[in-house]
């Protein structure tokens, strides 16, 4: 008697004795296959995590059960296979403990993780860390468009250090706020269009004092000097109260100080190239610095958004940095013309220390222990009343 088996080839049959011998013992071999199975599953990954309960020499010890293990060798160490095991679940349980302690510690402190907080912001707060200079860094970003005109979306990301997320949600909030119109990667500033028509300039407060600083500084200025004036407000009103000089050579980087002054037939009016920056109404950038390099001017009526003993000059944006550099560096006196409100006040980007001028132009407003510090440092205060 023959019988056929499927699983082999076909056509192949093989006496029936061997089959029924199969049949018979199949529940066994399965039955040897799974307790190895399980043996191998505790050995492997039931052991390596109990290493608070390390095992006595030939036995692991389970609840229900136990099984006999290797013993240590002669040298007194366990198999290499054991000891793998059980340095890498030492290694996790190490790794289990600070993190739990990391988790109480948060807990305890009532702070949560950064991970959960970015995951619970929304809106303005896309970044906790930086949450709380969300207003401040606005308020940068609208002084950068108002010196610049425009700016892109790329650039103020990698001039704040925040993410063009960030910059976008920032842009958004002055656009509802009537200040910009944000446009294809960036945005503009919504007074530029009006401000090139009519040449008028940005920053217009505090121009009572500005006027008096203007008359302060135009007096300092002979005819037959040469003079450079920097852009800004107040340099406006330096050059408007400079109308009475004959002969007087001007090297400026304002448009609308050029075209007041190269109105004056005694006057020979020098501009540079260069970047053109709307709301100021400027020429910036290094082409500008490059046509200062071979210049001597007696005087420099130099323009800041910010003064301090700490910070020293600062500006909104960096563009403006290179021209007033060159502006420095080709003239003999320095005087800084700014109203008292720009004391002790911080811009985006610093030129230099205040070691960089020989004057100070500014108001009756200035404080009296902020006067004695500039002083400390060799500078000379001049109070236009």
Same mark, same amino acid.
Request: charged share 25%; net charge neutral.
């Given at each position: ?18 089959? +029924?011998?199969?049949? /018979?013992? =199949? ?15 505790? !050995? ?45 679940? =030492? ?44 207003? &401040? ?5 609208? /002084?950068?468009?108002? /010196?610049?005109? +425009? ?28 200040? @910009?119109?944000?446009? %294809? ?20 407060? $505090? ?32 050059? #408007? ?11 400026? #980087?304002?448009?609308?100080?050029? !075209? ?11 501009? &540079?190239?260069? %970047?053109?920056?709307?709301?100021? !109404? ?27 003993? /700490?910070?020293?000059?600062?500006? &909104? ?28 006040? $911080? ?24 006067? =004695? ?5 060799? @500078? =000379? ?5």
């Amino acid at each position: 008697m023959k019988a056929r088996i499927g699983f082999l080839p076909s056509r192949r049959e093989i006496p029936a004795p061997i089959v +029924s011998y199969f049949v /018979e013992q =199949k529940h066994e071999f399965l039955h040897f296959v799974n307790i190895g199975f399980r043996i191998s599953s505790i !050995l492997f990954f039931y052991f390596p995590m109990t290493l608070g309960r390390r095992p006595q020499p030939g036995y692991l010890y389970d609840d229900s059960a136990v099984l006999e293990l290797p013993t240590p060798t002669d040298t007194g160490r366990w198999p290499a296979w054991i000891r793998i095991g059980e340095n890498a679940a =030492k290694s996790f349980v190490s790794w289990e403990k600070r993190a739990m302690a990391g988790r109480t510690k948060l807990s305890a402190s009532g702070r949560t993780p950064p991970k959960a907080v970015r995951r619970t912001a929304s809106g303005d707060a896309a970044e906790p860390r930086s949450a709380l200079l969300a207003e &401040p860094r606005r308020s940068k970003i609208l /002084e950068w468009l108002q /010196e610049e005109g +425009s700016a892109r979306v790329r650039d103020l990301s990698a001039a704040f250090g925040v993410s063009e997320v960030t910059v976008r949600q920032d842009l958004e909030r002055l656009e509802q706020d009537g200040f @910009i119109t944000r446009d %294809h990667g960036g945005a503009y500033l919504n007074s530029v269009p009006h401000q090139v028509q009519t040449l008028s300039l940005q920053h217009l407060a $505090n121009m009572d004092r500005k006027r008096k600083i203007g008359k302060v500084a135009a007096g300092l200025v002979h005819d037959h000097e040469t003079i450079i004036l920097d852009a800004g407000s107040t340099t406006t009103e330096v050059a #408007n109260h400079l109308t009475e000089r004959e002969s007087l050579t001007v090297i400026t #980087n304002a448009l609308n100080i050029a !075209l007041t002054l190269g109105a004056i037939p005694s006057f020979e009016v020098h501009m &540079p190239g260069g %970047h053109f920056k709307a709301p100021t !109404l400027s020429l910036s950038g290094e082409k500008s610095a490059q046509y200062l390099e071979n210049i001597f001017a007696s005087k420099l009526f130099l323009a800041t958004a910010g003064v301090s003993v /700490e910070a020293g000059l600062t500006y &909104p944006s960096f563009a403006d940095l290179p021209i007033k550099q060159a502006m420095i560096k080709a003239s003999n006196e320095v005087y800084l013309v700014a109203d008292s409100t720009k004391v002790n006040r $911080n811009s985006f980007t610093r030129l230099g220390g205040l070691d960089l001028i020989h004057a100070f132009i500014t108001d009756d407003g200035l404080a009296d222990a902020d006067a =004695k510090a500039i002083e400390r440092l060799g @500078i =000379k205060i001049i109070i236009a009343s």
